[in-house]
């Protein structure tokens, strides 16, 4: 982890009404006068945290985070009983994005994602490429059919096969062939929280114990909270059965609406949780793109290699 800037507290936060009867939570850090950023988290669903900031040398960079709709200090929070996600879709993502940077004053800004944030990233570049003036991705996830089979129709379950029992757990035994992410969603949604708790907890483990290449007890102790298990297992879950609202080959379609944007993709050689090919179809896809694929390294931003790239890719794009 010494790779990372030291520890920065927040200048400015506040929640922001963006519609629809959410607030979002924002925080800025660094210098006020420095290169604008925007950091998006995972999941959808995981939240900001302090180590985040720490990304981008707080001398150079006014660095932007946020929680995304329904999760971390956002509100109403997702791991609430009466949780309505029918207006928790990409594209209010995006909208809350731009409703953010104007609030901030901000006329352009770097796009940091990882995972499912760079999904976001990328639909967002693709939607304002006028606004976005370079791109640090890790972990490309295009929200595909065939990555989300993948990862929960029993490819990744070659290689965690214990952990696939887990999570086959809460499901009834009539449909562990079937779709797993349309069971667990009537699971998740399910009002008993004898149902949708347990539900939530095995579908939150199950990532956090294969996105990194060696065992992290404490990041599978933090994604197994009760709370936070909830929020992120729903939002992922929802977004999944909707596939983000874009068509399956979207991301890559549209790839060349970031002509003239800068990017560099960071992507572990190991990641069961966003196979490399992602990465690579889309560094075909837009040649303005810097692949780097660290070997020795699975899908979480913290993997040892990939913070180095990461922090080496927001030193070289500081300006």
Partial sequence: MNELYPAVEPDEHGMLPVGDGHEIYWEVCGNPDGKPAVFLH???GGGISPGHRRLFDPRRYRIVLFDQRGCGRSTPHC???????????????????????????????????????STLALTYAQAHPRRTTEL?????????????DWFYGGGAAFLFAEQWERFLDPVPPERRDGDLIAAYHDL????????????????STWEAQ??????????VERFSDPRFALAFARIENHYFTHRAW??????????????G???????????????????WELKRAWPAAELIMV????????EPGILRELVRATDRLAG
């Fill in 136 to 148: 640090v991705l890790r972990g490309i996830f295009l929200m595909r059919r065939k990555e989300l």
């Fill in 246 to 259: 874009l068509s399956d080959d979207q991301l890559l379609r549209d790839a060349g609406k970031l002509a």
């Fill in 42 to 44: 995972g999941g959808p």
């Fill in 295 to 302: 070997e020795e390294a699975g899908h979480a931003y913290d």
């Fill in 79 to 117: 791991g609430e009983p009466d949780a309505d996600l029918s207006t928790n879709t990409t594209w209010h993502l995006v909208a809350d994005m731009e409703r953010l940077r104007e609030h901030l004053g901000i006329e352009r800004w770097l796009v940091f994602g990882g995972s499912w944030g």
């Fill in 188 to 203: 998740l949604f399910d009002p008993d929280p004898a149902v949708h708790g347990p539900a939530a907890v095995a579908w």
């Fill in 261 to 279: 944007i800068p990017g560099v993709v960071i992507h572990g050689r190991y990641d069961v949780c966003t196979p490399p090919v992602g990465a």
């Fill in 210 to 219: 294969t996105i990194t290449l060696r065992r992290r007890p404490d990041l």
